[in-house]
């Protein structure tokens, strides 16, 4: 016989609507956002030289600093002044060849249909030993603003990521680490923030709610240097 589980007490939680549809962003620093900011910090030294970033150049500029001798932004469309490249990841366009150091793409894989072309063609951007920074969504809800634009198509686990990556870049040359637990992972998807959690239980990582996954990719060769 089980003995009879303890009555969960849901108080604020005990809705269907979320506390907040826009990730928590309206309540402070959203859940995801604290896990990107830990993986970009942990390998900051990579964001050096010529760097890649979408949308706009912040985590180049905050992990980056003086070590960035060149910072681009790529948008999929024309219209973002910060933009210095228009280009398509999906099919290459747009997008030079053999150019990058270092490619930061946070949350940027979901929303490519053609994601295994994307990995390729984000392969032939960088230097030799030039390193992509990614981070992918594995427990999350759906991103409203980019599906009613562009599609917001995937969510990621760890063994989904070395397997991707690794057929690009090569098994040893890729780095995959994930982030989260049952608490994060239910606090995210009500929308609630970073501050509403206790450090420790933010930094718990439990493999089997894995809330979000940081790869870094090292193409092979000997790093180029202007």
């Excluded at 991103?143 to 599609?151: A, E, L, N, P, T």
Aim: with cysteine; glycine share 8%.
């Amino acid at each position: 016989m089980h003995p009879s589980p303890r009555r969960i007490i849901w108080g604020n939680l005990r809705r269907v609507t979320p506390v907040s549809r826009v990730f928590g962003a309206d309540r402070g620093q959203p859940i995801d956002r604290y896990y990107i900011e830990f993986f970009l910090e942990k390998y900051c030294e990579d964001i050096q030289g010529c760097v890649l970033e979408i949308g706009d150049p912040s985590y180049t500029t905050q992990f980056g600093g003086d070590c960035v001798s060149s910072s681009d932004v790529l948008h999929a469309q024309a219209g973002n002044e910060l933009a210095t490249l228009v280009g398509d990841l999906a099919t290459g366009e747009g997008i030079p060849e053999n150019r990058f150091d270092c490619m930061i793409l946070t949350q940027t894989f979901p929303f490519i249909y053609e994601m295994r072309e994307a990995i390729r063609n984000s392969y032939k951007a960088l230097r030799p030993g030039g390193v992509l920074l990614v981070t992918l969504p594995g427990i999350s809800q759906i991103s409203r603003y980019d599906m009613d634009r562009w599609g917001d198509y995937w969510r990621f686990t760890s063994a989904s990521c070395d397997r991707l990556f690794g057929d690009v870049f090569g098994e040893n040359n890729v780095d995959v680490a994930t982030h989260g637990n049952v608490l994060t992972a239910c606090a995210f998807l009500h929308g609630l923030a970073t501050h509403e959690l206790k450090k420790e239980e933010m930094d718990h990582v439990d493999p089997d709610y894995q809330m979000l996954i940081t790869i870094r990719a090292q193409k092979h060769g000997k790093p180029v240097r202007d």
